[in-house]
């Protein structure tokens, strides 16, 4: 009880407590608190340790059953399929790289550009394959055309002109320049539907405005078919080799 003034206030039951024994209890009630909250915490515990043991069980007898896997063989069946997905290129008979649409790129990489090329034409396999990429043109037909024309780019015309292009009168600084600008006037005039040379899209249609004699085309084909057969058939040995 206390007494300010003429107010008397009553505190109840408590008021009458020492304050030794409001310490006591307040110890007994913090204890109480933790004891709670040790025992929540132990029971999270014990449940996450029940689960995880659960999943290593599951984890191993799913283990015991599964069959072992050969992981080398796995490597060269994957190894095998992507040559065979990605880097496929096929033997083609004359009558076929006759009917072929030269406008539309080979596929193939300047690896396999290098396993063909032969004496002036050696080092010029990059330009061959960025010919590709820059125009879309099948680059073995432009290879083919440098090989004729100029005897695998041993005999030239005026300034490196390795296909006779413009009569052999035209010059570049380099081959390398020369496959470039052939590649592309080939590409936009010779093989692009309304364009002033546009006959087809075939080697034979090319023919009849690149070239006046009338066994270019089978000349420009054939060296098209050694060129396929040869990169056909390592393909197949690097093949071999995977498996």
Same mark, same amino acid.
């Not at 796995?74 to 406008?103: C, F, G, H, Q, W």
């Not at 043109?137 to 030239?156: D, K, P, Q, Y």
């Given at each position: 009880?206390?007494?300010?003034?003429?107010? #008397?206030?009553?505190?109840?039951?408590?008021?009458?407590?020492?304050? /030794?024994?409001?310490?006591?209890?307040?110890?007994?009630?913090?204890?109480?608190?933790?004891?709670?909250?040790?025992?929540?915490?132990? +029971?999270?515990?014990?449940?996450?340790?029940?689960?995880?043991?659960?999943?290593?069980?599951?984890?191993? &007898?799913?283990?015991?059953?599964?069959?072992?896997?050969?992981?080398?063989?796995?490597?060269?069946?994957?190894s095998?399929?992507?040559?065979?997905? !990605? !880097? *496929?290129?096929?033997?083609?008979?004359?009558?076929?790289?006759?009917? =072929?649409?030269?406008?539309k790129?080979?596929?193939?990489?300047?690896?396999?550009? &290098? /396993?063909?090329?032969?004496?002036?034409?050696?080092?010029?396999?990059?330009?061959?394959?960025?010919?590709?990429?820059? *125009?879309?043109?099948?680059?073995?037909?432009?290879?083919?055309?440098?090989?004729?024309? $100029?005897?695998?780019?041993?005999?030239?015309g005026?300034?490196? !002109? =390795?296909?006779?292009? +413009?009569?052999?009168?035209?010059?570049?600084s380099? &081959?390398?320049?020369?496959?470039?600008?052939?590649? #592309?006037?080939?590409? #936009?005039? *010779?093989?692009?539907?309304?364009? +002033?040379?546009?006959?087809?899209?075939?080697?034979?249609?090319?023919?009849? #405005?690149?070239?006046?004699?009338?066994?270019?085309?089978? &000349?420009?084909?054939?060296?098209?078919? $050694?060129? *396929?057969?040869?990169? $056909?058939?390592?393909? !197949?040995?690097?093949?071999? /080799?995977l498996?």
């Amino acid at each position: 009880m206390e007494n300010w003034g003429n107010i #008397r206030i009553s505190f109840g039951p408590l008021g009458s407590l020492s304050k /030794k024994t409001l310490v006591y209890i307040g110890i007994i009630l913090a204890f109480s608190v933790i004891l709670f909250v040790v025992g929540i915490f132990c +029971g999270v515990n014990k449940i996450n340790s029940d689960a995880a043991a659960a999943q290593n069980a599951i984890a191993a &007898k799913n283990a015991e059953e599964a069959e072992p896997v050969d992981i080398a063989s796995a490597l060269r069946t994957k190894s095998v399929d992507k040559v065979l997905d !990605n !880097n *496929y290129i096929p033997a083609y008979s004359l009558s076929e790289v006759m009917a =072929m649409d030269v406008s539309k790129p080979s596929g193939v990489t300047v690896d396999d550009l &290098k /396993k063909v090329t032969s004496q002036g034409l050696v080092g010029l396999e990059e330009a061959f394959w960025q010919a590709e990429q820059d *125009y879309g043109i099948n680059c073995l037909f432009v290879m083919a055309i440098a090989a004729i024309e $100029s005897g695998n780019g041993t005999i030239n015309g005026v300034g490196n !002109n =390795m296909f006779g292009w +413009g009569g052999g009168y035209i010059a570049f600084s380099s &081959k390398a320049e020369g496959i470039d600008v052939v590649a #592309r006037g080939l590409a #936009r005039n *010779y093989l692009t539907p309304g364009a +002033g040379l546009y006959s087809g899209n075939t080697i034979s249609s090319v023919n009849k #405005r690149y070239a006046s004699s009338s066994t270019w085309d089978d &000349k420009v084909a054939s060296k098209m078919v $050694s060129y *396929y057969s040869t990169i $056909s058939k390592t393909h !197949n040995t690097e093949l071999e /080799k995977l498996k």
